[in-house]
């Protein structure tokens, strides 16, 4: 090292920093602020100048060995290198998934220094193992988890599986917005790919941790089994939802994201739950949670009823 | 002045003749040292030493309580004795992090210095390297003392001050081999003595002070910044043993840090 040369802390923390931070000179947006990490890349809130608007940019880690290749300003950036990165694959396979409930993509490519990006909607919001902490009630839960399934639903009817599905990667925005996010390790359905082991433990479906080659849309109904179960609601019905979803075998589970679906919305409006072998005793009482009002209402008239009958009978008795 | 056998380094160009720093692309140490060229091997040797010398000499200081002519015998014992026993070529990247396994070989090496009171005599050992204690020794006066149960991040902090400081003296012999040691002095101005000192000069102070447009401040920082980025993980890829060690390593020094 050259003599008398020294780095103070704070210049270390600096050049840190300023070696990481995603080179968008010359783009069309500008960096804010850090929002989080992830395994392969970085995201940024950043500003798009050309429409004025804050968007969120996913860049892709310098280690990462399609971004390593690329970062050397000798040889510059090489698309070609980085076609393939994960962050374009993700970009790629948003752009098929128009839904309310899935995170648009607006724009994808190669920035200067090399690393691939995705440009995406900004969501303002809460992830929603912040918002179940935060109190959330039990109705307001299942309404969410229902439109994640819906929207896990639609993914998979477009061939798309997620594969990473937790409560950290479900945003809530600040208009009720739910939105599923983290497409980074999406795979179309009919292409399997062998040998790889991603996702989360504690989500991840069996098969998925075995890396198995065929996944399908069960590993997702296992992971949306665990956010359901993660969503803390009591009862028996919510219960054996979550049993029947995370079942070791996946010829066990549900069968797709709407099956899982239509069950938590047979429950929301109390029709039979599939995933309960129901006897008389809880069909009675789920008939009277279903027609909970009416009941009420017959009751009512019926002791109105035998009040005005026994009125009547002492005026009677009280004339004679 | 050098001595026979000695080895200087202070510079990233001195390794040898032929070795030119970059942009060309460095094999890893790993293929040095286990090379059956004794050169080769001792290139590799080298490298390592250049990247932890600091970090080994301040952990000595630190976590041996070593006082500084100690310390300095120890970090010159502890390279001579890893090139004559071939430590580095033992490391199996499967077990441990180079870190970690050049940690474990320095605690050894310590322990059998305090039982074989090693050190024969103050100044005893053989001087195999030329290195800037002076300059180690004013960076640990300037910075807070670790806490005991600190000291595993502590050297790699360290490591990673050291890895960025050989980056920077890449960068700058590049430039000034280039002619162009007045951009280097532009990027110290703002991103080194403006970072220490907490109060970054303007674009266009900069601009004034050097003599030059704003836009070319803006387009020479740009540019120096993205070869610092290259040559720092050059030097990066270097000392890791593989693909999958590179990437971890580049996230424990990149990541995590608030920009």
Same mark, same amino acid.
Do not use: V
């Given at each position: 090292m050259n003599r008398g040369f020294s780095l103070g802390d704070r210049t270390l923390d600096h050049l840190r920093a300023l070696v990481d931070a995603p080179d968008v000179e010359g783009t069309r947006y500008e960096l804010i602020e850090l929002v989080g990490r992830g395994g392969m890349g970085s995201v940024w809130r950043a500003r798009d100048r050309l429409l004025e608007r804050d968007v969120a940019l996913k860049v892709l880690n310098l280690a990462e060995p399609e971004a390593a290749a690329a970062a050397d300003p000798a040889q510059g950036p090489r698309p070609a290198e980085v076609r393939g990165a994960r962050i374009v694959q993700e970009a790629q396979v948003l752009a098929r998934l128009e839904h309310p409930g899935i995170v648009p993509v607006h724009d994808a490519g190669v920035l200067p220094d090399g690393r691939a990006f995705a440009c995406m909607k900004f969501v303002r919001g809460k992830r929603l193992d912040e918002l179940v902490s935060a109190g959330l009630s039990e109705s307001e839960r299942l309404s969410i988890f229902s439109r994640i399934a819906e929207s896990v639903a639609f993914a998979h009817s477009r061939g798309v599986l997620h594969l990473d599905l937790k409560p950290a990667n479900i945003m809530v925005g600040e208009f009720g917005e739910v939105l599923v996010l983290d497409w980074g390790l999406a795979r179309l359905e009919h292409r399997p790919q062998k040998g790889v082991r991603a996702g989360t433990l504690g989500f991840m479906a069996p098969e998925q941790e075995r890396a198995a080659? !065929?996944? !399908?849309a069960r590993a997702d109904v296992f992971a949306l089994g665990r956010v359901l179960a993660s969503l803390e609601l009591g009862g028996r019905e919510i219960a054996a939802i979550v049993a029947r979803a995370t079942r070791? +075998? +996946?010829?066990?589970?549900?069968?797709s994201a709407m099956e899982l679906h239509s069950d938590v919305q047979a429950f929301l409006s109390n029709e039979r739950v599939r995933a309960l072998r129901e006897g008389p005793a809880a069909r009675l009482a789920r008939f009277g949670r279903k027609y909970r009002a009416a009941l009420w209402l017959v009751g009512a008239y019926a002791l109105m009823r035998v009040g005005f009958e026994l009125f009547r009978l002492w005026r009677e008795s009280g004339n004679s | 002045m050098l001595q026979d056998g000695e080895r200087d380094m202070s510079g990233p160009g001195r390794e040898t003749a032929g070795d030119h720093a970059f942009p060309q692309t460095r094999h890893s140490v790993f293929e040095r040292v286990r090379s059956a060229d004794e050169a080769l091997r001792r290139l590799g040797w080298e490298a390592l030493a250049q990247s932890y010398w600091k970090p080994v000499y301040k952990l000595l200081r630190m976590?041996?309580?070593?006082d500084p002519e100690l310390a300095e015998d120890w970090t010159q014992g502890f390279f001579a004795h890893a090139l004559e026993q071939g430590t580095f070529e033992r490391f199996d990247p499967a077990q441990a992090r180079l870190r970690t396994y050049l940690r474990l070989c320095l605690d050894g090496f310590v322990a059998n210095q305090r039982a074989f009171q090693g050190r024969a005599k103050r100044g005893g050992a053989a001087r195999v390297l030329s290195l800037d204690f002076e300059a180690a020794e004013g960076e640990l006066a300037a910075s807070t003392p670790p806490a005991t149960e600190d000291l595993e991040a502590y050297f790699q902090r360290e490591w990673m001050r050291s890895l960025f400081e050989l980056a920077l003296a890449d960068l700058r012999q590049e430039l000034e081999q280039a002619g162009k040691g007045q951009e280097y002095l532009l990027f110290a101005r703002c991103d080194l003595e403006g970072a220490e000192s907490g109060r970054r000069p303007s674009y266009g102070e900069l601009a004034q002070e050097f003599g030059i447009t704003l836009g070319q401040v803006t387009s020479r920082l740009h540019a120096l910044r993205a070869k610092l980025r290259a040559r720092l993980l050059a030097r990066l890829r270097e000392t890791c043993a593989d693909e999958d060690e590179f990437r971890a390593e580049a996230r424990a020094i990149l990541g995590g840090v608030e920009p």
């Open positions: 080659a !065929d996944l !399908d070791e +075998r +996946r010829e066990e589970r549900y069968g | 976590r041996w309580k070593a």
